[in-house]
């Protein structure tokens, strides 16, 4: 039937009808299709440039870098409770929010002050913020005037109409440099998307404006029934990595090549070269994505360490996998070879004489033209799944819009394509069925163990992909069971071939799509490169068949039935010959074993095993009563429905920075008082009920001595309270640092006050500097009182660090994880080592 041309011209016209409807309905399941992206990359730098020299914003002859990103949890909120993906459509055509957006960072090593802009798709200014060290000084100016500064930059210079915004929350933070920085949060009454709000922060930093910011104020209630809804899909992700180590891993690969080793059958040449090719492609992506790590980049360290380190973690990943595509690859290949004796022989398909065959170039055809299948059934599936049963598939599949900010944005869709179709095809479809087939020739049971072959190679290969943000949890393993058959069905028809480039096809199509939506100057070079790769198997094939001048049939001797083990003869080496495993080098065992004994003798002589840190005498049922007790005294009771969880707090931060700064003397003097030495944490909580009011929650936190340090009560967001101005939510906060701390409210300094709108109340974070009992030349103490509506929800004592301190630490400390991580390296290569 195959070899049919009614057949073929079938096959043909539905897949060009596929094509029209999925340029008709695509767009309806895939939103990022419908944005018009007009600024490039190049642009973005060119445009963040002039707004940096305009507004004076970030460090002089600075390093740039610049990701297309997007907002994914306003984008699954609206989807999800919003009102769904026409509703975030119509975003994206609107302009009260753009969740896809450009943004360039200006950074500088080894320095704090740094400045990140933000660009709309269409290439207009939509915000920026500007990092200060706290060193800085700036001239400070009331509250009032900084929301004067604040009000009309943003409508005079940035065209802002505030008149469709009131103001929701304000932060004011003093900085150890005496710079005060002012933060006004304005929010649009009318317009909403459900309960999630419109808003716009900007930042006075002492009088000059850094931060104009748009955002969406998401409920914290979606938050947790996002992150449940999550954890179900994870489950079954686990669920199925689990089954694929045991089946696939150790079953399938590590059993499959022992037997295929005894009995002479394993080729592994071609598949360590395959297996190097696809790794390396993944190697030089990881590469070609650079540009995005810069965005994420700690300014602590030199930029020649931060390179340093993603250099060893992308020769890391290269060399762990290059093992294991090069081990999958030999197994389904050497499996396939023997239990299909009718497929063409898969390393010998795109020989001379055998890809010059209408069987292959068809093989290689139907690849691609079924992928037009799979597009087409994944929007019916949708459509039918959202209406019918109220299904969530999220509108972003496998596209990563921040492509378009690599260095060349077709080659990461191309190898991770590659990556995905030619790995998975070999691991998920070749090991179990051919797997299947052989266990069934063995017992005379084949149908029996190809059908089982069948659903479990559907349910685990769903299952795989069921992390990906889909509702019910089970959404993806019903969604990719049928194609999980088709991949199934050709490659039991055809081999791997044909199910390769399918599973290639469908991913770089996918993957692929931000180069095809944007009008960015210079695009038309990447979709050419992108076309060029993307159809190099047709052309290798079309290229032997110009070389011969016409069709060759595949020869019997190119098929699985004709392929024989090659005996071993006396004195040869074969390709299934055992490899013989060789001993090190006896010098370089002795130099080995010297280093070891030298590290071990130098870590007894010079490590310091004193623990200067205050023990906990008491056990975890002692800490439990303490912390009930507590809570009684603030007259709370638990019912059943409460669940008490206890835990051991490591000592925070501040413990480090005294004993470095300040001696172990004073360490120990501060521990237990200033500096929080390991205590109890102590948690009360529901795990049963509405998700939303399971937010509500006690902390209490208890010393060794069984003195409470603090204790915490979270709130749901939507639990009802007062909504208190700044300076009556104050007297609050310093009444509980009097009887608490027993501390004289005159001799604290205001540093930090912020409000928080809630729906039906407002909350309120104060935090205060101790004038007189701190005496160390670095560092303050300081005294948090969290207040929600009228009630104190955490009150705490601390030790800042200073910016600086915290930078150099991290400056100190990120050789040692880079050679860390060079080390792994050295030793994974040394596992290869022979003589």
């Known amino acids: ?234 489950t079954i992700a686990t669920a199925s990595l689990i089954s694929m180590a045991i089946l696939y891993g150790l079953g399938g690969i590590l059993f499959g090549i022992f037997f295929l080793m005894r009995k002479k059958w394993l080729l592994w040449k071609q598949a360590v070269l395959w297996g190097f090719i696809v790794a390396f492609l993944g190697f030089i992506a990881r590469f070609n994505n650079l540009p995005l790590q810069w965005i994420w980049y700690n300014t602590a360290i030199s930029k020649n360490a931060f390179l340093m380190e993603q250099l060893i973690r992308s020769l890391l990943a290269f060399i762990s996998d290059f093992l294991l595509l090069s081990l999958t690859f030999m ?147 019903a969604e990719l069971f049928v194609p999980s058959l088709l991949f199934a069905f050709l490659y039991l028809r055809f081999g791997l071939l044909t199910g390769i480039l399918f599973h290639f096809s469908f991913d770089a199509v996918l993957m692929s799509l931000p180069i095809w939506i944007t009008s960015a100057p210079g695009i038309w070079f990447g979709r050419i490169a992108f076309l060029i790769l993307f159809f190099i198997p047709i052309f290798i094939v079309l290229w032997n068949r110009l070389k011969n001048k016409k069709w060759i049939p595949v020869k019997e001797k190119y098929l699985n039935k004709a392929w024989k083990p090659t005996l071993e003869k006396a004195g040869e080496e074969t390709e299934t010959q055992k490899i013989e495993l060789k001993d090190f080098n006896p010098k370089l065992t002795k130099i080995f074993v010297i280093v070891a004994v030298f590290g071990i003798i130098s870590w007894l002589l010079f ?11 008491i056990n975890r049922k002692e800490a439990i009563s303490l912390a009930k007790k507590e809570l009684q005294n603030q007259g709370i ?90 300076t009556d939510a104050e007297k609050i906060a310093l009444n509980e640092i009097r009887q608490r701390y027993k501390i004289n409210p005159q001799i604290l300094k205001k540093i930090n006050a912020s409000s928080r709108k809630r729906p039906k109340r407002i909350d309120w974070t104060f935090v205060y500097e101790d004038t007189l009992n701190y005496h160390l030349p670095e560092g303050k103490l300081y005294y948090k009182v969290a207040i929600a509506g009228e009630k104190v929800s955490n009150f705490t004592r601390f030790i800042y660090v200073p910016e600086n301190w915290t930078r150099e630490q991290y400056n100190r400390t990120k050789p040692a994880m880079i050679l860390q991580e060079l080390f792994k390296t050295i030793i994974l290569l040394i596992s290869f080592y022979k003589r």
């Open 331 to 477: 197994t389904a290949e050497s499996l396939t070879r023997i239990a299909f004796p009718k497929h063409i022989q898969f390393w010998k398909i795109w020989n001379k004489e055998v890809a010059a065959s209408k069987r292959v170039f068809g093989n290689t055809v139907a690849g691609y033209l079924v992928t037009t299948f799979s597009l087409t059934y994944i929007i019916i599936f949708y459509f039918f799944t959202t209406k019918n049963l109220n299904w969530w598939n999220p509108a972003s599949l496998s596209t990563d819009p921040n492509a378009l900010a690599t260095y060349f944005p077709w080659l990461s869709a191309i190898a991770n394509a590659l990556h995905a179709g030619f790995w998975e095809e070999s691991l998920f479809r070749a090991i179990p069925l051919a797997g299947a087939v052989l266990i069934g020739k063995k017992l005379k049971k084949q149908n029996l163990f190809l059908v089982i072959g069948l659903i479990i190679q559907a349910l685990i290969f769903g299952a795989a992909h069921a992390n990906y943000a889909a509702q019910p949890a089970y959404a993806r393993v």
């Open 1 to 234: 039937m195959f070899k049919k041309t009614a057949f073929w011209t079938i096959f043909i016209l539905i897949s060009v009808i596929n094509i029209f409807f999925i340029f008709r309905y695509f767009p309806k399941v895939m939103s990022f299709v419908n944005l018009d992206i007009k600024m490039s990359r190049k642009q973005a730098l060119k445009k963040a440039a002039n707004l940096s020299q305009k507004y004076r914003l970030g460090p002089q002859n600075y390093d740039e870098a610049a990701i297309f990103d997007e907002d994914t949890y306003t984008q699954i909120y609206v989807e999800l409770e919003g009102g769904g993906k026409s509703v975030f459509n119509e975003m994206l055509k609107g302009n009260l929010y753009k969740p896809y957006r450009w943004e360039v960072r200006h950074f500088k090593e080894k320095e704090t002050n740094e400045a990140s802009f933000w660009f709309t798709p269409a290439g207009e200014p939509y915000g920026f913020s500007e990092k200060l060290p706290e060193s800085l000084f700036l001239k400070n100016v009331s509250p009032d005037s900084a929301r004067i500064i604040a009000e009309n930059f943003a409508t005079d210079i940035w065209k802002i109409n505030l008149n469709d915004f009131e103001l929701a929350e304000t932060k004011t933070n003093e900085v150890l440099s005496g710079r005060i920085d002012h933060s006004f949060i304005y929010e649009r009454p009318k317009e909403k998307i459900n309960e999630a709000r419109y808003r716009l922060q900007i930042t006075v930093s002492g009088n000059k404006v850094t931060e104009l910011k748009h955002f969406m104020k998401i409920p914290e209630a979606f938050g947790r029934r996002y992150r449940e809804m999550r954890s179900a899909n994870n």
């Open 607 to 617: 490590t310091n095993f004193r623990n200067y840190t205050l023990p906990l005498k």
């Open 637 to 726: 009771e638990f019912d059943e429905n409460w669940k008490i969880l206890a835990t051991i707090q490591n000592s925070d931060n501040s413990d480090g920075f005294v004993w470095q700064t300040a001696g172990k003397d004073i360490y120990r003097q501060f521990s237990g008082k200033y500096v929080n030495p390991p205590m109890w944490k102590i948690r009360f909580a529901k795990f049963s009920g509405d998700v939303a009011l399971r937010a509500e929650e006690y902390n209490v936190y208890v010393f060794d001595n069984g003195k409470t340090y603090y204790v915490w009560n979270k709130l749901p967001e939507a639990s009802e309270g007062a909504s208190l101005n700044e």
